[in-house]
């Protein structure tokens, strides 16, 4: 089969091959000039442009730059973002090294921030004397929390690693029934301080207190004992008010 390339056909032969136009019909358009044509319009026919007052009457819609307008997640660069200005309440931050130690942070929220403390793990701080009482514990000679569980069975089952010191002077009988309550007693005998071991402050303070009572003779050791007064006042340090009574016979 021979091929034969577009510019080597004559146009007598593109003029003279018949057309078929989208009705079917076969109707020769090629050999007159398209301007001549039948099928076109003639120009005076075409609708003529409207006038431009014509158009000015139509209303439009205003038209505004993109700058101009807000999206509805984003504020307008024209109108300053404002802030309004809260004053933060002071927040006095506790050093690193005593997060490890079970309890501090509570205790620091009470006596403040210890005099003396080993930043070491398994280490121990202290609040002195001169700090309890202007905190209104000027009732205990002082203060220590360790990094340690020890656990206790006495008044109630639980973990202890606060310390406190108060004075009392007991006779060797009294001091005998004391330490017979608990083990988390203890004595130092050249300074007259009961040594209390306890969970946190509060429940230390009302162990003490039983101790402190009955040295005084404010409740016999048979009072201590059959009425549970350990455990009476462990569980009073839960309660402010109660609390407060207990911290007042104290300091008299």
Not at 81 to 99: D, F, G, K, S, W
Request: some cysteine.
């Amino acid at each position: 089969m021979a091929y034969m390339r577009f510019d080597q056909v004559s146009l007598d032969l593109i003029n003279n091959v018949p057309l078929m136009a989208a009705d079917g019909t076969t109707e020769r358009v090629t050999n007159k000039s398209p301007l001549y044509r039948e099928h076109v319009q003639p120009v005076q026919h075409i609708q003529s442009v409207p006038s431009v007052q014509s158009v000015q009457s139509v209303q439009s819609v205003p038209s505004q730059s993109y700058k101009q307008i807000p999206s509805q997640n984003q504020v307008p660069l024209s109108v300053p973002r404002m802030t309004p200005n809260i004053p933060q309440p002071y927040i006095n931050p506790i050093p690193a090294h005593y997060l490890h130690i079970k309890g501090i942070n509570h205790l620091i929220s009470i006596l403040g921030h210890p005099d003396a403390s080993d930043t070491n793990k398994g280490g121990i701080a202290m609040w002195a004397s001169p700090t309890l009482k202007a905190k209104g514990y000027g009732f205990l000679r002082r203060v220590e929390i360790i990094d340690e569980k020890i656990k206790s069975i006495t008044p109630v089952q639980h973990y202890s690693n606060v310390y406190i010191y108060i004075h009392i002077k007991p006779n060797n009988e009294q001091l005998y029934k004391i330490l017979s309550l608990t083990k988390d007693f203890y004595f130092d005998r050249n300074k007259e301080l009961l040594i209390v071991r306890s969970g946190c402050l509060n429940t230390a303070i009302a162990q003490s207190a039983v101790a402190a009572l009955y040295v005084k003779n404010k409740y016999s050791f048979y009072n201590v004992v059959n009425h549970n007064l350990l455990y009476s006042y462990y569980i009073a340090a839960s309660k402010k008010k109660l609390m407060k009574s207990i911290c007042n016979a104290l300091k008299t």
